[in-house]
C-alpha cells in the first residue's frame, strides 16, 4: 500500500504551489500594492486549507473520490466525482500547455510546442509508472535545490541594485477596492489548487501531521511569491511587469555583480522545468487515482497512457496560442475553477458536519 511520511507530502505540495506563480504577476492589477493581494490571498488560502484537511481529517483513509460518494451517495455522488475528473483533467492541460509556452520562450524558441509537451508528458508518464512514491522521493531531492535557486536569484538580484523601493509607493495609493476586486483570482491560484491533494491525504504514513504540513508548504510558497513580486516591481515598475511575459526572468536578466556574476538565466530556467513538472505530475496522477478509484481499476498503466495521450492533444488543440491560454485565465479562475477549489469542499464539509450532527440525536 502507498505511504507518503510528512516530509516527503510537505516537499510534493511546496513544489506544486510554487510552481510557476513566482514566475507571473500575480495580482498585479492592484498596481504597487500586487504583494498585499498576495498576503491577504494568503491568509484566506490557509482558511480553505482547514476546510480541506478538515474534510480529509473526517475521512483519513479516503482519497476525495471515496469522500464525496459517501457524503452525497452514488446518485449525487458519482455525477459530481466525473465533474471533478473533468475539473482536474482542465487544470493538468492548461499547466502543460503553460510550461511548454514558458519553455519555448525562455530558452527554445525554434522547438515546435508539440516536441516540448511530449516530452513533457512522457518524463510523467514515466515517473508515474514507477509510483507516486518515487515522485514523492524525487520531490525531497529537489525541493530543497528550487528553494536555495530561488533565495540565490532574490540575494544577486539585491546585491545588483536593480531593486528601487519608490516603486512601491504608495503603498494603498489607490485605495483598497484594487486589492479586493484582484483577491478571488489569487486565492484561486495557487492557494486554492491545494484541493488536488485530497487525492494524496490518504497516502500519508502520519495522519496528523497533514494539516501542519500543508499550511507549512502554503505559508514558505506564499512568502516566496510575496517576495518575488516585491523585487519584480522594486525592479521593473509595475508598468512593465503588467505587460512581461515572464517578469522574473526579465529581473534576472538585470543581474550583474561586477561584470562577474552575469547570465544566470539557467537558474530561472531550472525553476520552471521543475515546477512545470511536478505541477502537471501531480494532477496527472490525481486524475489517475480518479478514474482507478471510480472504476475500481487494479492497474494503472493503461489510463496514464491514454490519459496522457488525451492531455497532450487537447493541450495544444484546445488553446490557438499563449495569448488567448492568458485572456482566458481570469475567466477561468473566477467562474470555473473557483467552483472545484473553493465552493465544492465547503459545501461537502457543511453537509458532512450536518449530517453527522443529525445522527447524533
Known amino acids: 500500500m502507498t505511504r507518503l511520511s510528512k516530509h516527503q507530502l510537505f516537499t510534493l505540495m511546496f513544489i506544486f504551489e510554487v ?59 458519482i455525477p459530481f466525482v466525473l465533474l471533478n475528473l473533468l475539473g482536474y483533467f482542465w487544470y493538468c492541460a492548461r499547466n502543460l500547455r503553460e510550461f511548454g509556452e514558458l519553455i519555448i520562450t525562455t530558452i527554445l524558441p525554434q522547438t515546435s510546442l508539440w516536441l516540448i509537451n511530449f516530452l513533457f508528458v512522457l518524463l510523467s508518464v514515466y515517473t508515474l509508472l514507477k509510483g507516486v512514491e518515487v515522485l514523492a522521493r524525487v520531490s525531497e531531492l529537489i525541493a530543497p535545490i528550487i ?36 483577491l478571488p483570482s489569487v486565492i484561486v491560484f495557487p492557494f486554492g489548487e491545494m484541493f488536488v491533494f485530497l487525492m494524496y491525504w490518504n497516502y500519508a504514513s502520519e495522519k ?56 544566470v538565466d539557467a537558474i530561472g530556467i531550472i525553476i520552471i522545468f521543475f515546477g512545470g513538472f511536478f505541477k502537471m505530475s501531480t494532477y496527472l496522477n490525481a486524475i489517475v487515482s480518479i478514474q482507478a478509484t471510480l472504476f475500481k481499476l487494479k492497474n494503472n498503466k493503461v489510463p496514464i497512457i491514454i490519459t496522457s495521450a488525451a492531455l ?20 477561468d479562475a473566477s467562474c470555473v475553477v473557483i467552483a472545484y477549489t473553493n465552493i465544492s469542499p465547503l459545501l461537502l464539509l457543511a453537509i458532512y458536519k450536518i449530517k453527522k450532527r443529525r445522527s447524533e440525536f
Not at 519608490?166 to 483598497?176: A, E, F, K, T, Y
Not at 513580486?229 to 522574473?248: C, F, R
Not at 495544444?316 to 492568458?326: G, K, L, T, V
Open 147 to 182: 528553494f536555495i535557486f530561488m533565495v540565490s536569484l532574490y540575494i544577486l538580484i539585491y546585491m545588483s541594485g536593480v531593486i528601487k523601493f519608490s516603486n512601491l509607493m504608495p503603498i494603498l495609493g489607490n485605495g483598497i477596492k484594487p486589492i479586493i476586486t484582484t
Open 208 to 263: 496528523k501531521t497533514i494539516r501542519k504540513a500543508a499550511v507549512k508548504a502554503v505559508t514558505l510558497s506564499g512568502i516566496l511569491l510575496c517576495i518575488s513580486l516585491i523585487i519584480d516591481i522594486g525592479a521593473l515598475g509595475y508598468e512593465y511587469v503588467s505587460t512581461a511575459a515572464i517578469p522574473l526572468v526579465e529581473v534576472i536578466r538585470l543581474i550583474n555583480i561586477g561584470n562577474i556574476i552575469t547570465n
Open 19 to 77: 510552481g510557476s506563480t513566482t514566475l507571473f504577476a500575480l495580482g498585479i492589477q492592484a498596481k504597487q500594492d500586487a504583494w498585499l493581494v498576495i498576503l491577504a490571498a494568503l491568509l484566506i488560502g490557509l482558511i480553505f486549507i482547514w476546510i480541506y484537511t478538515e474534510l480529509q481529517n473526517s475521512f483519513p483513509d479516503k482519497n476525495y473520490v471515496e469522500i464525496i460518494i459517501f457524503i452525497l451517495g452514488k446518485k449525487l455522488g
Open 312 to 331: 497532450l492533444w487537447f493541450s495544444i488543440e484546445f488553446e490557438p496560442s499563449y495569448a488567448f491560454h492568458r485572456w482566458m485565465f481570469p475567466f
